[in-house]
């Protein structure tokens, strides 16, 4: 019996210090959790984390292509994409970025350019976001959801850094491919900077196309949106060349998506901090009998100067003939 007594005790005080040295283990080395996250994902088929405003990409069945007209802004570039392929990851909307790069000696051309992109992209989407490069949205309540009650205009006079006037609808506005098509897309008459998305409100507004904008912000017009031409000044090209002024005041008729004209040069994917981007390399073609001004000015005179120069001197050498 004391035989016995002295190998129980032994084995009690083997199960003992066996039992200490798991629990010591198990104490000091720490526990990769990860697959377990994996598999409690896989097990709900829903992503751990949604946030954002918009909506959740696997139920809508709505792809957003985010339409970028560019050229020489590789800096904001740097900066747009990462931000807002982050920004719409939150919202769970699915998208493609599209760079339209304008690879020619004419001058920029935002609207043909935003056309041509359309063109490119619209088998792979069902609506479009028109937006500058230099504009971030910076408030988590500006959503980029399917506008399905009309053009959603995200960069409202009440809210971009710079312009206020009540029918802007530039920097960024989310359009449906069937309302694109509808008004013919943009006019293709506008070299240069500015007033292309004036016509292009005219558009809407003979459509009867209802703007809708964002409401009950908690931002205003200092941090709704980060604009980064602030920060990286360049010069704009203002230039109104020959009869440019009176033409592009008028609504334009003649020109649109239907009739744009270019040449595809490249298609490039970009990665930038993990996001990435699809750029066309494009030409456009301009036809400077209706729109002389899309050359740029040459020299110290503008265009016009110099035609009338040309002419002057044609009329001296036929009236010395």
Not at 36 to 45: E, F, I, M, N, V
Not at 133 to 142: I, K
Not at 231 to 238: I, S, V
Request: hydrophobic letters at 35%; a positive charge; glycine letters at 4%.
């Amino acid at each position: 019996m004391r035989l016995l007594a002295v190998k129980w005790m032994r084995t009690l005080t083997v199960c003992i210090m066996c039992s200490l040295l798991l629990s010591l283990l198990i104490a000091f080395v720490p526990i990769n959790n990860s697959q377990y996250l994996c598999a409690k994902q896989s097990a709900t088929s829903k992503p751990l984390f949604t946030a954002g405003t918009g909506f959740d990409r696997h139920e809508s069945g709505h792809k957003l292509a985010v339409i970028v007209p560019f050229r020489d802004r590789f800096d904001e570039l740097l900066l747009f994409v990462p931000h807002l392929d982050a920004f719409l990851n939150r919202q769970n909307v699915s998208h493609k970025i599209y760079i339209i790069n304008q690879s020619d000696n004419l001058r920029f051309n935002r609207a043909s350019l935003i056309n041509v992109g359309y063109l490119l992209v619209n088998n792979d989407c069902d609506y479009i976001a028109m937006h500058d490069v230099d504009l971030l949205p910076l408030n988590a309540q500006l959503s980029y959801a399917y506008p399905a009650n009309g053009p959603f205009h995200i960069a409202s006079p009440e809210l971009h850094p710079k312009y206020h006037y009540k029918t802007f609808v530039g920097g960024i506005l989310l359009v449906t491919n069937e309302h694109f098509e509808k008004v013919d897309g943009m006019s293709n008459r506008y070299w240069g900077w500015g007033l292309e998305d004036d016509e292009f409100y005219a558009r809407l507004k003979e459509a009867q196309l209802t703007v809708n904008r964002p409401h009950n912000l908690s931002t205003g017009i200092n941090d709704t949106f980060l604009h980064l031409h602030d920060r990286f000044p360049r010069k704009r090209d203002y230039a109104k060349l020959y009869n440019q002024r009176e033409v592009t005041r008028r609504r334009d008729r003649e020109t649109g998506l239907h009739n744009v004209r270019y040449e595809l040069i490249g298609k490039k994917r970009l990665t930038i901090e993990d996001s990435e981007c699809v750029v066309y390399s494009v030409r456009l073609v301009c036809d400077v009998r209706s729109t002389p001004w899309c050359q740029p000015k040459t020299g110290g005179a503008t265009s016009k100067q110099q035609q009338q120069k040309s002419s002057s001197t044609r009329k001296k050498k036929k009236a010395g003939a």
